[in-house]
């Protein structure tokens, strides 16, 4: 009986063991964030044909590479979009079950960028949900945070300025 306890008990840890390995390896995988930093980086030099490898047709409404990424260009052109820094957080996935990741992620990324109507730029809080599509990850939707609770959840340590918060403008001259 003794040995029946001690087979079970060595299962018991082989199987934990395995779950424990398979959760170190869904945190360290770097695919989500790798997707993310991709994208963004050719939308900061905008390389939008480049940029459309790393989304799925949700994000491009269905619309074929050309026609996408002349949107996009017209888009920055029009608004005077620029880019200037990007922060792209390590990417959080979960595990399906006890030996599988799950097929997706959340990657946050905080992005320093201007336009038309805020040449001095702004600090943007966002959470990325990427999924995997054909063995690649791809950003499948982006969603920017207002909201300072959900903001300190994905980023405890960054701190928003006054000038950030799309509630209030800065002191008049």
Not at 16 to 22: C, D, I, M, S, T
Not at 34 to 45: D, H, R
Not at 130 to 138: C, F, L, R, Y
Not at 139 to 164: C, G, N, R, V
Request: glycine fraction near 8%; charged fraction near 20%; aromatic fraction near 10%.
């Amino acid at each position: 009986m003794s040995k029946l306890i001690w087979a079970l008990i060595a299962i018991a840890m082989v199987v934990l063991g395995g779950g424990y390995g398979n959760r170190i390896q869904c945190l360290s995988d770097d695919g989500p964030q790798m997707a993310v930093l991709g994208y963004l980086s050719a939308m900061k030099n905008a390389r939008f044909e480049d940029a459309y490898r790393f989304v799925t047709a949700s994000m491009t409404d269905g619309k074929p590479v050309a026609a996408w990424a002349a949107q996009q260009r017209k888009m920055y052109q029009l608004g005077a979009v620029k880019i200037n820094e990007l922060d792209v957080r390590k990417g959080h996935r979960n595990l399906k079950n006890m030996f599988t990741c799950a097929g997706s992620a959340r990657v946050p990324n905080v992005l320093h960028a201007s336009d038309l109507f805020n040449t001095q730029g702004s600090t943007e809080f966002e959470v990325y949900s990427v999924i995997m599509e054909d063995g690649v990850w791809k950003i499948d939707s982006q969603e920017t945070l207002f909201d300072e609770t959900a903001i300190k959840q994905w980023f405890p340590e960054d701190k928003m300025l006054a000038t950030d918060d799309p509630g209030e403008l800065p002191p008049a001259n």
